[in-house]
C-alpha cells in the first residue's frame, strides 16, 4: 500500500539533489570571488568589459528552498568527528535529528531534510578533501 502524498505532483524523488549540491560547490568555489569581482565592476565600468565578467552557471542556479538547508548546515557544519591526525566525519544522524525535532521536522519532510543535509555535507567533505589534497601538493 502507497502512503498518501507519495505520488503528488513536484514531490522530490531520489538522486535529484544535483542543483543543490551544484550551486552549494559555486558557493564554496566562486561565489566570494565572483561577488568581488562584480563590485569591482561596478567601481570601475570602463576597465572590465561585459564579456570578462563572471556569471553563475546555470546548473548551479539558487532556488529560494536552498537557502533553509545552507541555514541549517551552517548551524549544524561543527557538530561532527574531527580526527586526531586531520580529517572530517560526516555530521551525525543524532545531531540532523535533534535540529529536526527543534523546527517540526517530521516524517517524509524529515525524510527530505535528512536527504539533503547528508548531499550537502558530502560535497563539503569532498570540497575539503580536495582542499587538503592541494595544500598537501603545495608543500612538496
Do not use: C
Not at 12 to 41: E, M, N, P, Q, V
Not at 63 to 81: G, I, N, P, Q, V
Request: positive net charge; proline residues 4%.
Amino acid at each position: 500500500m502507497r502512503r498518501p502524498g507519495r505520488q503528488e505532483e513536484g514531490r522530490i524523488r531520489r538522486g535529484r539533489h544535483k542543483k543543490l549540491t551544484a550551486a552549494f560547490r559555486y558557493d564554496l568555489k566562486r561565489k566570494g570571488l565572483d561577488t568581488w569581482l562584480l563590485k569591482l565592476a561596478a567601481q570601475y565600468p570602463n576597465e572590465f568589459p561585459n564579456s570578462q565578467l563572471p556569471s553563475r552557471p546555470v546548473e548551479a542556479k539558487a532556488e529560494a528552498w536552498h537557502s533553509f538547508y545552507w541555514r541549517a548546515w551552517e548551524a549544524l557544519r561543527f557538530d561532527r568527528h574531527y580526527g586526531a591526525f586531520g580529517g572530517e566525519s560526516p555530521i551525525s544522524f543524532v545531531t540532523l535529528d535533534t535540529y529536526a525535532r527543534r523546527y517540526g521536522i517530521e516524517g517524509e519532510a524529515f525524510e527530505n531534510f535528512h536527504r539533503f543535509m547528508t548531499a550537502i555535507d558530502t560535497e563539503w567533505l569532498l570540497y575539503r578533501a580536495e582542499k587538503d589534497k592541494e595544500e598537501e601538493a603545495a608543500r612538496k
